[in-house]
Antibody, heavy 122, light 106 residues
Framework: QVQLQESGPGLVKPSETLSLTCTVS????????WSWIRQPPGKGLEWIGY???????NYNPSLKSRVTISVDTSKNHFSLNLSSVTAADTAVYYC????????????????WGQGTLVTVSS | SFELTQPPSVSVSPGQTASITCSGD??????ACWYQQKPGQSPVVVMY???KRPSGIPERFSGSKSGNTATLTISGTQTMDEADYYC?????????FGSGTRVTVL
């Protein structure tokens, strides 16, 4: 059974960089796309971006200038960096795996981490 | 960017049918997926490719799409189905979630 676990600081100061890692266990990070999604308290889900195990990425246009997602296949984990954070970046951050449908026509999130709350405050 | 519009809330009596809509231009040629999120938990996929049910999801969940609107239907709704539901789609490799619909089983 694939499991994902987010880790990183729960408190980040304004203007600094938020850094999180998602460790994948029970399966290989290879041959899949991996994504970050966030959810501000009491609000909806927002897709941040994804990375393929080979390193290719795609980001939400609204966050693109501040986001970097990287992967380390040797450690079976991938990471999120979000720079110049403000209080608006306070959210539960989820990592998730993208899998292709059997007909290979759409990707969907089939495994999710438990989420980690990151608060931006001085 | 594109948007997916959902009603904020849907109320349903136990045993009745709940329908949640998701509207957006991108759905005219892209598939919709649906996620269920219960309080304090991570989302779980309940439908992909408009109408495909992942293994382990009860048959009372079904999906459909007509034009630019996708619909998630819960037949014979149970109290355990009370949750937030989000639709999601892709457009040129960019993902977006709908605003979410809270299903209340009264």
């Amino acid at each position: 059974q694939v499991q994902l676990q987010e880790s990183g600081p729960g408190l980040v100061k304004p203007s600094e960089t938020l850094s999180l890692t998602c460790t994948v266990s029970g399966g290989s990070i290879s041959s899949y796309y991996w994504s970050w999604i966030r959810q501000p308290p009491g609000k909806g889900l927002e897709w941040i971006g994804y990375i393929y195990y080979s390193g290719s990425t795609n980001y939400n246009p609204s966050l693109k200038s501040r986001v970097t997602i990287s992967v380390d296949t040797s450690k079976n984990h991938f990471s999120l960096n979000l720079s110049s954070v403000t209080a608006a970046d306070t959210a539960v951050y989820y990592c998730a795996r993208l899998t292709n449908s059997p007909e290979r026509v759409v990707y969907f999130f089939d495994y999710w981490g438990q989420g980690t709350l990151v608060t931006v405050s001085s | 960017s594109f948007e997916l519009t959902q009603p904020p809330s849907v109320s349903v009596s136990p045993g009745q049918t709940a329908s949640i809509t998701c509207s957006g231009d991108v759905l005219g040629d892209q598939y919709a997926c649906w996620y269920q999120q219960k309080p304090g938990q991570s989302p779980v996929v309940v439908m992909y490719q408009d109408s495909k049910r992942p293994s382990g999801i009860p048959e009372r969940f079904s999906g459909s799409k007509s034009g630019n609107t996708a619909t998630l239907t819960i037949s014979g709704t149970q109290t355990m189905d009370e949750a937030d539901y989000y639709c999601q789609a892709w457009d040129t490799r960019t993902g977006v979630f709908g605003s979410g619909t809270r299903v209340t089983v009264l």
